[in-house]
């Protein structure tokens, strides 16, 4: 008797069904080390994890205790070993199953493109969502032009995205030399004809040509005026954009539930102090109205009903534990004792930002699978 084929879902369905506040029961059957690394999250995702090697040796096992009556999603490193495992069960009347195409390896790469706001004329801001690293990257589009901010290194969700919006890039920026994921800046702005822009303290070893940021550039695309403020702390050239005196992009400094690490460079005694100043001297001075948009995310909660990532500063002032550390002491120490893991493979991502590596596709990729971490905990 022929076996039923496996059916698949492939990582943009489930990252659509997890934006959308849907129950996902999802069985992991990579190994007991990578699983606590690193899993698929969100507010209502229910995830078991229980080794391939396992399942293979007694399937049954694990069959009688999953959950009856809700479809199964089957998940791996890369779409193979949950594809053999989802035959096992469906071998033991688990029929409501199916494999995640990709495994890990395509959850950490997806970007989901989500319009954050819109003008009465059409201008608009898109935030693409790196669900399952937590990257946060931006398009800002006006009267038929579009600058890009924090791009990942996967550039075919952008340039997509150009061609179907029909306008033309002409500025890409990097808030910092990043340290968690490859840059898709500069080979964007090269394929479009783009200028390619990096705050210059961040530069100094990097060895290619860049247009360097200074505090206080203004940069425009169409009727949209953006403002370069300088932010160091997470890195010593991190800047800040404030888009109309409405937007705040804030790269790896804030987020909404944490504050920017400033020990991905080795320099977290030296650029504490830097980031208390962004922190809580230069941002204060801004309006309260600002709406935040960060590089990153840490969590699932951050998110809004449409999944982007985003809340108003004053908010942020209010709830954010990293904003309401009162005694200079206590901050530096909340920050160079609150550390997490740093991210993997953090050094050669810096190397390869600045130019001085060119991995291949698969040494980028395993260099950037893992959570981002770039927040203090």
């Excluded at 169409?222 to 409405?246: C, E, N, W, Y």
């Amino acid at each position: 008797m022929k076996s039923k084929q496996v059916p698949t879902i492939s990582v943009k369905d489930l990252v659509k069904k997890i934006i959308n506040k849907k129950q996902v029961f999802i069985l992991d059957v990579r190994e007991r080390e990578a699983f606590d690394d690193w899993k698929v999250e969100g507010g209502n995702v229910h995830i078991i994890n229980y080794p391939f090697d396992e399942l293979e040796r007694n399937p049954k096992n694990l069959a009688d205790g999953l959950p009856k009556g809700e479809r199964l999603y089957v998940i791996c490193a890369k779409g193979g070993s949950s594809q053999k495992a989802a035959e096992y069960l469906m071998k033991e009347g688990i029929d409501d199953v199916a494999s995640v195409s990709g495994g890990m390896e395509a959850w950490s790469e997806h970007l989901e493109p989500i319009k954050v706001h819109e003008w009465d004329t059409g201008d608009a801001i898109y935030q693409f969502v790196r669900v399952g690293k937590g990257c946060l990257s931006y398009m800002i589009v006006s009267e038929g032009q579009a600058i890009l901010i924090d791009t990942n290194r996967m550039i075919t969700p952008y340039r997509e995205f150009i061609d179907w919006m029909e306008v033309a890039l002409t500025y890409v920026l990097d808030t910092h030399l990043h340290a968690d994921h490859i840059s898709g800046g500069r080979r964007l702005a090269k394929e479009y004809g783009a200028q390619y822009y990096l705050p210059e303290k961040d530069a100094e070893e990097v060895m290619y040509k860049y247009e360097p940021l200074h505090d206080g550039d203004v940069l425009t695309v169409g009727k949209r005026s953006l403002k370069v403020l300088a932010s160091p702390g997470h890195t010593i050239g991190s800047m800040s954009f404030v888009l109309d005196d409405q937007f705040l992009f804030t790269g790896d400094i804030l987020f909404i539930d944490s504050i920017g690490r400033p020990d991905l460079a080795g320099k977290a005694k030296d650029w504490v102090a830097d980031l208390r100043e962004t922190l809580y001297r230069r941002y204060r001075q801004l309006s309260s109205e600002l709406v935040v948009l960060p590089a990153h995310f840490m969590i699932h909660e951050e998110m809004n009903k449409n999944g982007s990532v985003s809340e108003k500063l004053g908010v942020l002032y209010e709830k954010n534990h990293g904003l309401n550390i009162e005694e200079e002491s206590s901050f530096r120490q909340a920050v160079t004792d609150n550390l997490p893991p740093q991210p993997n493979a953090h050094q050669k991502i810096r190397q390869t930002n600045m130019g001085k590596q060119v991995p291949d596709e698969g040494e980028a990729r395993e260099m950037e699978i893992g959570p981002n971490r770039c927040a203090i905990q």
